[in-house]
């Protein structure tokens, strides 16, 4: 079963949060007032009596501690910049398993946490942009691929691995070959929007379905990976509890946000294979 970070994180604030307030209201003053009543009772106070006086109970003394920084957490993490690690090679030559990459939170506008209700627009997605959402089929699960289709665009992918969008080719430019899967793997550039990436084909791998055409709907984006054929993105998810319209599309419901940069990579988090910073930078 995997957890819901968010919902614990605003759970472990709101705790944390009470029990500072209640000790505010309520229990200081009661300290305060123990201590005064001790101090005119006596001549000359015990200082060892009145820092027992003093005392917080535990669970307040660490919820008190523990609530500024939580606080700053949830603010960062829901608002501004959320971390995430690349757990497959789909996004390769871009992205490679282990990267830990930054999201921009607030590109594509303010969604309160946990409920992911926009409440601020600030920006819509463009084609190009590699972005994180929760996968439709199950949003516990966070995907990153890049913007291919907006809505209202039609997506056409065909048989020899070239992308149209609106009967439009894509443009890509072959600048050299990497070891494969199977055989070897072919790199290219091109250009989605305003964008400039490289993107990773297997030429001896067909996995798309040959002259495959969708139509994006209002309120949803058509996704792809940038290691083209093995990618698990919009071509090919099938849930039969999505409508067929919409079956591959993402909506903007479930955005997370836009990746910006890469800032560590540690392909295998042991103590033999440090984190290194050779592939830190902007996301393009």
């Known amino acids: 079963m995997s957890l ?69 957490v949830l603010v960062l993490r829901s608002f501004l910049v959320e971390p995430f690690q690349i757990p497959s090679g789909s996004m390769k030559p871009t992205l490679n398993v282990g990267d830990f990459i930054l999201v921009n939170k607030f590109s594509y506008g303010i969604r309160l946490p946990v409920i992911d209700k926009k409440v601020i627009e600030v920006g819509d997605p463009q084609r190009g942009d590699v972005m994180v959402f929760r996968y439709p089929s199950d949003p516990n699960i966070n995907y990153i691929k890049r913007v291919v289709g907006l809505p209202g665009d039609q997506i056409r992918y065909t048989a020899d691995k070239r992308l149209f969008v609106n009967g439009e080719s894509i443009a890509e430019l072959l600048v050299g070959s990497e070891p ?62 999505i409508p067929k319209d919409m079956l591959g599309m993402v909506p903007d419901k479930n955005i997370v946000g836009k990746a910006f940069a890469v800032w ?19 996301i393009k």
Request: hydrophobic share 45%.
């Open 4 to 72: 819901n970070f968010p919902l614990l994180l605003v759970i472990a604030v709101a705790v944390c949060g009470a029990l500072a307030l209640l000790d505010l209201i309520f229990l200081a003053p009661r300290r305060r007032a123990a201590i005064a009543s001790y101090q005119g009772s006596v001549s000359q106070p015990d200082g060892m009596v009145i820092e027992k006086l003093n005392k917080e109970p535990m669970l307040v003394e660490y919820g008190k501690s523990f609530f500024p920084v939580l606080f700053i």
């Open 180 to 241: 494969g899967m199977l055989g070897s793997a072919e790199l290219y550039k091109e250009k989605l929007g305003v964008a400039e990436h490289f993107i990773r084909k297997q030429m001896s791998r067909n996995r798309a379905i040959p002259d495959h055409q969708w139509t994006v709907p209002a309120g949803h984006y058509f996704m792809m990976g940038d290691n083209r054929d093995d990618s698990n993105d919009s071509r090919y998810w099938d849930d039969p509890s």
């Open 264 to 282: 560590m990579s540690w392909p295998e988090p042991k103590l033999s294979h440090l984190p290194n910073f050779s592939r830190v930078g902007l």
